[in-house]
């Protein structure tokens, strides 16, 4: 079964600063996506960025960007320039290909503050 | 272009009561997967819908049970409720087993 562990329950940044959130997975798949999403007080869960496994080019979204690396099974989220919204819980998440399950699988998640 | 709608926001019900949650797609999409979503947890794959049929599930009791309709809305019943069931629930839709959308969910409290 896969599995998705985020080992920082708490993170802290300064405004304007970069912090980055780890993510590792376990999978015997060899074709799958991962995804980390924000979750403000809203509630609503934002999809933040998308990384498919078979591409070696690491996804970048504005000041998001992720370090995907498929043979240590690890996947850390940056952000840079850091934003007072930014400030929000933040999920990682696995999920099989389409011909599976497509299922997500989500982390623990981590908690961001961003200090003025 | 509406989003994942879920009703109602919010409810309280009390043990052993039974409740049903609402959730309707985001234009285009076929396919609904519902998620249990405990304080300071992150989200957990209940089950997912396809062509009015459960397709997938994972580990919840049968306590937990769904339906789709022809419009590809859904809902999630829950029957004889515990306190752990208390939780934000949330919906998303695909098309198909692709990028699902969430809906913005729906908190229910049981007392």
């Known amino acids: 079964a896969q599995t998705v562990t985020q080992s920082q329950p708490e993170m802290s940044v300064q405004e304007a600063e970069t912090v980055t959130l780890s993510c590792t997975y376990d999978t015997s798949e060899s074709d799958y996506y991962l995804f980390w999403y924000k979750q403000p007080p809203s509630r609503q869960m934002i999809l933040v960025i998308r990384q498919e496994a078979y591409k070696q080019q690491n996804a970048t979204e504005n000041r998001f960007s992720v370090n995907f690396q498929k043979a240590a099974k690890s996947f850390s989220l940056k952000i840079s320039d850091s934003q007072l919204g930014d400030a929000a819980m933040y999920f990682c998440a696995y999920r099989s290909p389409p011909s599976n399950t497509g299922k997500l699988i989500f982390g623990q998640g981590t908690t961001l503050q961003v200090k003025p | 272009d509406a989003g994942v709608t879920q009703s109602p926001t919010h409810l309280i019900k009390t043990r052993g009561q039974q409740v049903t949650l609402r959730c309707s797609p985001k234009s285009g999409h076929d396919t609904v997967s519902w998620y249990q979503q405990a304080l300071g947890q992150g989200p957990q794959f209940i089950f997912q819908y396809y062509e009015e049929e459960e397709r997938q599930r994972g580990n919840f009791p049968d306590r937990f049970s769904g339906h789709q309709f022809p419009n590809y809305s859904s809902e999630l019943n829950v029957n004889a409720l515990l306190l752990g069931d208390s939780a934000l629930y949330l919906c998303?839709?695909?098309?198909?087993?692709?990028?699902?959308?969430f809906g913005p969910g729906t908190r229910l409290t049981v007392t």
């Open positions: 998303a839709s695909s098309l198909y087993r692709y990028e699902q959308y």
